[in-house]
């Protein structure tokens, strides 16, 4: 299992490349790096550069977020997929994941949380209309009912997409947890 940080993208609402943007005293980044460390023995990061990790460039043949995930199941194994903007992933819903068999997506609200997922190697991407929610119709979903038994609340899955969502996340959920 390799873990993915999703960190391309023009981060255009936050007005800042989301991977830099500091929450207690740390970037993004690295909450979601240590987070999927707990639980995967290689992390790479996905269209971006951080700390001399391995990046990955994104697929030639896709766009936007499936491009990312192209070219990290090109390297041969599953993927724990987690969007840099995804701070309060916690290890426990990681390991979790890691655990199903097959590509096994949270679901929230009706909402499939394709950037808090875990995707097969052998998933075929060429169906849908390439978008990640179109890959997750394919997907085995994880419902409410089961991956809140991991102790999980959504906070794994809240973005923080706009300055304003650091102090919703606060307020919510409190300073992210270190993994497992």
Same mark, same amino acid.
């Given at each position: ?8 993208? /023009? ?14 005293? &740390? ?10 460390? /707990? ?8 269209? !971006? ?25 090109? *390297? ?13 992933? &916690? ?20 909402? /499939? ?24 119709? !394919? /997907?085995?979903?994880?419902? &409410? ?20 969502? *650091?102090?919703?996340?606060?307020? &919510?959920?409190? *300073? ?5």
């Amino acid at each position: 299992m390799i873990g993915v940080v999703l960190a391309g993208g /023009a981060s255009r609402r936050m007005g800042i490349d989301k991977a830099t943007v500091e929450l207690a005293g &740390r970037p993004l980044i690295a909450w979601v790096v240590d987070a999927l460390e /707990a639980v995967c023995p290689r992390v790479v990061i996905s269209g !971006n550069d951080w700390e001399g990790r391995q990046r990955l460039d994104d697929h030639p043949d896709y766009e936007g977020p499936v491009a990312g995930l192209a070219a990290a199941l090109e *390297l041969g194994d599953d993927v724990l997929l987690v969007g840099v903007d995804q701070p309060w992933v &916690r290890g426990e819903t990681l390991a979790a994941l890691a655990d199903r068999s097959g590509t096994a997506v949270p679901i929230a609200d009706g909402v /499939a949380q394709v950037t808090c997922a875990r995707y097969a190697r052998t998933l075929d991407l060429g169906q849908g209309d390439g978008s990640l929610q179109s890959v997750a119709k !394919n /997907a085995g979903l994880v419902e &409410r009912e089961t991956w809140s038994t991991w102790g999980e609340d959504g906070r794994s899955w809240f973005s923080v997409d706009r300055p304003e969502d *650091l102090a919703t996340g606060l307020e &919510r959920f409190g *300073l992210p947890q270190p993994p497992m």
